[in-house]
Nanobody, 123 residues
Framework: QVQLVESGGGLVQAGGSLRLSCAAS????????MGWFRQAPRKERDIVAA???????YYADSVQGRFTISRDNAKNTVYLQMNSLKAEDTAVYYC?????????????????WGQGTQVTVSS
C-alpha cells in the first residue's frame, strides 16, 4: 500500500516562500505522475502542479512562474517550492500519485493521497 506524507506547511507572510515535501513509502513511484492539489475553505480541491517520470511538468495558471514542482526518485520524494506567496494561496495542500504516465488535472485520476498540510499566507 502506498503512503504519502506531506511536510513543510506553515504560516508565512505574503511575498515569502515555503517548500513542501511529499515522501512516499510502500512502493517506488518513479514511473508515477506526482501532483500537488490544494483546497481552500468552501472551495473545491484543485490541481496546483504535477510532474511525470521524465520531469515533464504542469502548472495551474494561478501559480505559473511562482511555484516549482520537482522530484527526487532516489528518495521517492516530490517537492513544491512556493515563492512570492499570496493570501489567495492559503489552503490545505495535498500530495497525490497517479499510476499512469500521462499528466491530468482532475483529482479523480489520482490513486493515492496524503493527509494534507496547511499553508497560511498572511497579508
Amino acid at each position: 500500500q502506498v503512503q504519502l506524507v506531506e511536510s513543510g506547511g506553515g504560516l508565512v507572510q505574503a511575498g515569502g516562500s515555503l517548500r513542501l515535501s511529499c515522501a512516499a513509502s510502500g512502493r517506488t513511484l518513479s514511473t508515477y505522475v506526482m501532483g500537488w492539489f490544494r483546497q481552500a475553505p468552501r472551495k473545491e480541491r484543485d490541481i496546483v502542479a504535477a510532474i511525470n517520470w521524465s520531469a515533464g511538468t504542469y502548472y495551474a495558471d494561478s501559480v505559473q512562474g511562482r511555484f516549482t514542482i520537482s522530484r527526487d526518485n532516489a528518495k521517492n520524494t516530490v517537492y513544491l517550492q512556493m515563492n512570492s506567496l499570496k493570501a489567495e494561496d492559503t489552503a490545505v495542500y495535498y500530495c497525490a500519485a497517479r499510476r499512469y504516465s500521462d499528466i491530468i488535472d482532475s483529482e479523480r485520476g489520482y490513486d493515492y493521497w496524503g493527509q494534507g498540510t496547511q499553508v497560511t499566507v498572511s497579508s
